[in-house]
């Protein structure tokens, strides 16, 4: 077994470093962009026109609120249905895991498609019934309902591989049968035992399911929506150089976030395990 590790070890290296590499040069090569201006010298005016820049904010600001409307709305749907799925009917997984895998296999441009069809054979066929007010509220450009809709679904083979990955590290049936035992009720069982234990399962879709929002750009775009990902490409026509910064900018808050994650999900492990000894 030591000559093995000892063997792959220079193959680990070579696979980081070419990872690395493959990563890392065209975010350096975006920031010298964004840096290097001809006959000025290299500055940092791009990073500075970000924030008044018209639309910069508003757009964020529509992108991280479909965000966390699109996580809670997942996440209450998910959890309860992974837990009961895992509890009363385990043999339905492989149905489930296909639905929810959908998304990945419908292409986006095939899925804002149907979506538009139905936005526009509402209004014809639903104008003198209450649903109407429905399908206009619901594209409301200042916060359209049906994007969120829309990246719900297209979220879940994110967030079910999350939760799978969390129940099946966990004895889901001895964890909620004992909260039963001492009384309590489904709703507190869920809540007080299995939730805690799914923290780093939760907060993993959650990540996940932010990075698909800010960085989704078909659908919105296709609907005539200006989230922060249209709002890039849009600029990108006029100020290249400020597009670039911007997308600099997002990965780079894109990648504190998971950070913060990571480290919020592994303090609290190790304060449970220090808490057990």
């Known amino acids: 077994m030591a000559r093995l590790t000892a063997r792959t070890r220079p193959w680990r290296a070579a696979i980081l470093v070419c990872s690395a590499v493959y990563f890392l040069l065209p975010l350096a090569a975006s920031v010298v962009f964004t840096v290097d201006v001809p006959g000025k010298g290299p500055n940092a005016d791009a990073y500075q026109q970000i924030f008044g820049t018209a639309g910069f904010v508003s757009s964020l600001r529509l992108s991280l609120e479909l ?114 035992s001492c009384g309590a009720g489904w709703p507190q069982a869920l809540v007080r035992v299995v939730l805690p234990n799914l923290r780093r399962s939760v907060l993993n879709a959650s990540f996940l399911t932010l990075a698909l929002v800010l960085g989704e750009f078909t659908v919105a775009q296709l609907l005539g929506f200006r989230p922060f990902a249209v709002w890039i490409v849009s600029v990108s026509g006029e100020q290249a150089q400020l597009s670039v910064a911007v997308s600099v900018l997002s990965l780079l808050l894109t990648w504190m976030l998971l950070l913060m994650l990571a480290s919020f999900s592994g303090g609290r492990a190790a304060s449970r395990t220090s808490t057990k000894e």
């Not at 009363?88 to 149907?114: K, Q, Y």
């Not at 209450?130 to 829309?150: E, H, R, Y």
């Open 67 to 180: 965000a966390v409307a699109t996580i809670a709305i997942v996440l209450l749907l998910m959890v309860p249905a992974m837990v009961a799925l895992r509890l009363r009917a385990p043999r339905l997984r492989p149905l489930v895991e296909v639905v929810c895998s959908l998304p990945l296999v419908v292409p986006p441009i095939a899925f804002v498609a149907g979506i538009g069809t139905v936005l526009r054979w509402g209004p014809d066929h639903l104008a003198t019934t209450p649903f109407f007010q429905t399908f206009v509220a619901i594209q409301n450009p200042s916060f359209p309902v049906v994007l969120v809709l829309a990246y719900t679904v297209m979220a879940l083979p994110f967030v079910y591989r999350a939760l799978d990955a969390g129940l099946r590290a966990m004895d889901v049936r001895t964890l909620v049968e004992a909260a039963r």
